[in-house]
């Protein structure tokens, strides 16, 4: 190699050299510096982790300070930031070679947690219900009461608790709390649980006449003809007319358009009395139904205790029932008026009453423990309402209706059959 070359191949090695050395001592230097998040929402006592980036990713010292403008809002440590009290407070992280920043504004909140609900009224079926969730923080979810359970037993954010509860065939009402925790707070749901006694009478069986007899005069009609004998074995029916705080606790909801507790329930069809007789029956374990047309007039002439009345237990309507004569105005609580010779009330008046009978007219020969027909179209009502005149509220009176129609003064009260 002659000496002009190696001038010139030695002078190439230095210039490269050179703008290397150069390059590795800019990347050295930090340029800047940034933050994952320039904005952070947390609620009080979470925490969570920045983490800062410093420009370029050669830098020899890439080391950082971090800082908070209020440490009675929000700390910071290693980027971990723990929010401490509601506010607002600045994170400044601080590159150690050049003093570069960056800044993150953390907003602190309290604790949030309520629900859609504070009570739920369970009936004596057993069934589900939900209560909503809003929170912004874990919760867990638990019950008092191994009767009453609920699902899922913990969450975060917003979610829906299902509380499941056991049937309640007894004659005892019982309570649970449910409670909802997260965070500093608490939700309680109060769970009630209802139950249902019926008062039953027993009814002795025995023959009687059936239709229009004496007593009814010249008010008979019809379809009350002819007057025949009817044989029934023992049974009971209930002292009062389903009422609505009954009806509550079997079905959770209340169809009437008069409302009270010991009213009777009214604006119902007889198939809904029959999808309530299904429920209690699965509930209680017993065998609830609708009395028999026969049933419902031979308790109504009160047995065979019969004073052979008129009405249900007097030949003086207004001291026995609630109608359109007397200006009841609406339905009136069970068991206001006198009752018939068996201590039943309200079999005249008040609201029709729905019999298990399909409607048809009566045979002239004698029947023992009738049904009625096997088919038919509507149903067997009795008793007269309170918005219906007297000759409505006749024992022997009869209407009918389509099972698939309510009406407001339309109800009902159950028989058992004796075994």
Known sequence: MNNMNFLKTGA???????????????????????????????????????????????????????????????????????????????????????????????????????????????????????????????????SDAAWCTVTPASGSGNDTVTVTVNGNPGATARNATVTIAGGTLSQQVAVTQATIDIDMVFVAGGTFTMGCTGEQGSDCESNENPAHNV??????????????????????????????????????????????????NTATGKNYRLPTEAEWEYAARGGAQSGGYKYSGSNTVDDVAWYGGSIAGSAHAVGTKAPNELGIYDMSGNVYECCSDWYGDYP????????????????????????????????AFRINSAPSISYSILGFRLARSSN
């Open 12 to 142: 190439i090695t230095l210039a490269l050299c050179a703008a290397v050395v150069t390059s590795c001592k800019q990347d050295k230097d930090v340029t800047g510096v940034r933050l994952t998040k320039t904005t952070l929402t947390l609620v009080v006592d979470a925490n969570e982790t920045l983490r800062a980036i410093v420009a370029p990713a050669s830098a020899a010292n890439r080391a950082v300070a971090w800082s908070s403008s209020d440490n009675a809002v929000a700390t910071v440590a290693d980027g971990v930031v723990t929010a401490v009290s509601v506010g607002t407070a600045t994170i400044t992280v601080t590159t150690k070679d050049g003093g570069k920043t960056a800044a993150c504004a953390v907003t602190v909140v309290a604790h949030a947690l309520t629900v859609d609900k504070t009570t739920i009224v369970a009936t004596i079926v057993a069934g589900t219900y939900t209560v909503a969730v809003t929170s912004n923080v874990a919760w867990t979810a638990a």
């Open 231 to 280: 044989t029934l074995s023992d049974f009971h029916i209930g002292k009062y007319e389903v009422t609505q705080v009954q009806w509550i606790a079997v079905m959770g909801s209340n169809p009437s358009y008069f409302t009270g507790d010991n009213l009777p329930v009214g604006y119902v069809s007889w198939n809904d009395v029959q999808a309530f007789i299904t429920a209690l």
């Open 364 to 395: 002239s020969e004698a029947q023992t423990n009738p049904t009625g027909p096997s088919t038919g179209s509507s149903r067997m009502i009795r008793g007269g309402g309170w918005n219906y005149y007297a000759s409505n509220c006749r024992v």
